[in-house]
């Protein structure tokens, strides 16, 4: 079976730009969450979703938005690219909202210019 | 509000040895989840152990070992004879019913095991 998967691998923007991430959660699992690891710091949550609504958001700007489609599959959005966006964007599938089954994909990283 | 806090940055250590890696955590949750995952340099975060806070139960899986104490607030890993393979960053991470559903981690301690 395929584990997460996360599109692209690598990706270089320029601030101001807008970017969208995508994930394919692990067949069977419904909840999406993603998170952002800033380079040397843990991950940090970012969005939940599952069923396809939104079930939990952290402390992130507006710039951030995301959703999650009938398939359950799940795109992150960032518009008005900061420098400060730079990082691995990691997406977590759960076959629970509980999220205590938590399976990683291997991240997009960003590099914004 | 939960914290999660891996004191060690980094470890170093030689082949063939033992390195334990702490965890010390924060929540006002009666009910909550106990995670360590292993981060390689490919970036995926693979998942290692889950503990709930009723199973203070300690567990061996291999070289793997896990120390989990309700009084210190503590969840700590051991690996034994340790190897280059188990090169990486380990992270420790909470999820706590008031929190949501979110895994909260800790910053990560890198090791670095030589041959």
């Known amino acids: 079976d395929a584990g997460v998967t996360q599109s692209p691998t690598h990706l270089i923007k320029t601030r101001g730009q807008q970017v969208t991430l995508r994930c394919s959660p692990i067949?069977?699992?419904?909840?999406v969450s993603w998170y952002q690891q800033v380079l040397g710091q843990g991950p940090q949550f970012i969005f939940q979703?599952?069923?396809?609504?939104?079930?939990g958001r952290g402390n992130f700007p507006d710039r951030f938005s995301a959703r999650q489609f009938p398939n359950y599959s799940s795109e992150l959005n960032v518009n008005a690219l900061l420098l400060g966006d730079s990082a691995l964007y990691l997406c977590?599938?759960?076959?629970?909202?509980?999220?205590?089954?938590?399976?990683f994909g291997q991240g997009t990283r960003l590099t914004v210019v | 509000a939960q914290k999660v806090t891996q004191a060690q940055t980094e470890i170093s250590v030689v082949e063939k040895e033992d390195v334990t890696l702490d965890c010390v955590y924060e929540t006002r949750d009666t009910t909550y989840y106990l995670f360590w995952y292993k981060q390689p340099p490919s970036g995926e975060l693979v998942f290692l152990i889950r503990?709930?806070?009723?199973?203070?139960q300690n567990e061996i899986s291999g070289r793997y070992s896990w120390n989990f104490q309700k009084s210190t607030s503590s969840f700590n890993f051991t690996i034994t004879a340790s190897q280059v393979v188990d090169s990486a960053v380990y992270f420790c991470?909470?999820?706590?019913?008031?929190?949501?559903?979110?895994?909260?981690f800790g910053g990560g301690t890198r090791v670095l095991v030589k041959p």
């Open positions: 977590a599938s759960s076959p629970q909202v509980t999220n205590t089954e938590a399976f």
């Open positions: 067949s069977g699992h419904k909840s």
């Open positions: 503990r709930n806070s009723f199973d203070e």
């Open positions: 991470a909470l999820i706590g019913r008031a929190a949501g559903n979110k895994l909260t």
């Open positions: 979703y599952y069923e396809k609504e939104e079930r």
